[in-house]
């Protein structure tokens, strides 16, 4: 399995970032540890999980992705900690990100590129061969409004696959189904991210 994490994010206005206190969140029965304190931003951390607030915005990630079922249950609580504060009135939107790694060296990502762009049209036009591509797909799997996955070959390292499941909110049942959806969400992105697992493979023989 090669997702590497994953995180939700609740947007919205106005967000309490002074008032917030980190005794009153833990993710599977964890303390945080303030890491950051200012009037306008908030983090904490535990070797598990980190939380940011900002006031238009509310994030908790995990950083190495194991046991989702419990690793969303975890999630889950703390936001319902964090919407204690706010109300669920004060949330537009909820996001779900998680990252994908696809192994392999430069040839490999060079390959995998080839494979969803034209390398010689693109070189065509630009009068080099590109040194590397990015590429995002978007789509609509379930109760999202949108999706996005991202593939990225620039940075250093191994190919990524960027996801996000972005949620409009209308009222508090959307932020009930946003929420619960996670585990959903992260279906979607082991579907996706093994797929391409499979198109990696293939360029690689």
Do not use: C
């Amino acid at each position: 399995m090669a997702l590497m994490n994953f995180s939700v994010v609740l947007v919205g206005e106005n967000f309490p970032v002074q008032t917030i206190k980190i005794a009153d969140f833990q993710y599977r029965h964890r303390a945080l540890s303030e890491t950051l304190r200012l009037p306008v931003a908030l983090q904490a951390e535990n070797n598990l999980v980190a939380m940011q607030v900002i006031p238009d915005r509310f994030e908790v990630r995990v950083k190495t992705a194991d046991d989702l079922a419990v690793q969303t249950d975890g999630v889950s609580a703390m936001v319902d900690t964090f919407l204690e504060y706010v109300g669920k009135r004060t949330v537009t939107a909820v996001g779900h990100n998680a990252q994908w790694v696809l192994p392999g060296g430069p040839g490999s990502k060079k390959a995998l590129a080839s494979r969803f762009a034209s390398l010689p049209n693109i070189e065509a036009i630009i009068g080099v061969p590109p040194s590397d591509v990015d590429l995002s797909f978007g789509f609509k799997l379930g109760q999202e409004t949108r999706a996005r996955a991202s593939m990225t070959t620039s940075s250093e390292g191994e190919a990524l696959l960027d996801f996000n499941f972005h949620f409009d909110i209308s009222g508090p049942a959307a932020i009930t189904t946003a929420i619960a959806e996670l585990q959903t969400s992260l279906t979607h992105v082991r579907a996706i991210g093994e797929a391409m697992d499979r198109q990696n493979s293939m360029v690689n023989r």
